[in-house]
């Protein structure tokens, strides 16, 4: 698993793009000497993510390598990015790497770093540590949840939030090995799915 000294050692023109959570974030980096240009948005991803390519005037056939966050975070957002990448990488084969924000967040802040998983449980993240799901009983004291993300049921007490600034982030950790090659990308599930069977009936009059 790369760092992401190494990744800019290595893959440049790279392009990075979060949208985990409401802001989408999007960085283009040249070199591993020149610091990355950024631009932000917090229009719906489909739209924010163009724009700021357009702000940037990146374009995505010149680029070595992309950078992509899967996760945990905005399901649609995540997933819109990870089509683009997948897109572009169709039309001229080039790596993808991928990163989880919790994680992110966790190693730079040495914090332990938490947001929603739905059905009244919690992704967790702490430094040096996989990412975790537990019930909201078992999230330890004292926790943080990245700004940003939402959440559908209460947050468990003394819950506090940190702006999610991907640029200050990764800057705070450089050489953490946070990244991982992502041959198909697609958004971060730290369980499968599962549905209830439904048996059809027909209606029959009382």
């Known amino acids: 698993m790369p760092s992401f000294r190494a990744l800019l050692t290595s893959s440049t023109p790279l392009l990075l793009l979060d949208s985990a959570s409401a802001r989408v974030q999007v960085g283009v980096f040249q070199s591993a000497e020149e610091p990355g240009r950024w631009a932000a948005s917090d229009a719906e991803s489909g739209v924010a993510l163009f724009r700021c390519l357009d702000e940037l005037a990146v374009d995505p056939a010149a680029m070595r390598a992309f950078v992509f966050c899967e996760g945990p975070g905005s399901v649609l957002g995540v997933r819109t990015a990870a089509m683009a990448v997948r897109a572009w990488c169709a039309l001229a084969p080039r790596p993808c790497y991928a990163f989880r924000s919790l994680q992110l967040v966790a190693e730079a802040t040495g ?12 992704h967790v993240a702490t430094p040096g540590h996989p ?5 909201r009983e078992h ?4 926790a943080t949840t990245p700004s940003g993300f939402r959440a559908w049921a209460p947050p468990p007490a003394g819950l506090t939030e940190i702006i999610y600034d991907v640029r200050e982030l990764l800057a705070r950790v450089p050489d953490h090995d946070l ?3 992502a041959e198909s990308p697609d958004a971060f599930l730290q369980t499968e799915p599962s549905y209830v069977t439904w048996t059809p009936q027909i209606h029959r009059a009382p």
Request: hydrophobic share 45%; net charge positive; proline share 8%.
């Open 179 to 181: 990244f991982h090659e």
């Open 111 to 122: 914090r332990t770093v938490v947001s929603d998983a739905r059905r009244e449980h919690w």
């Open 131 to 135: 990412l975790l799901r537990l019930a």
């Open 139 to 142: 999230i330890p004291p004292a």
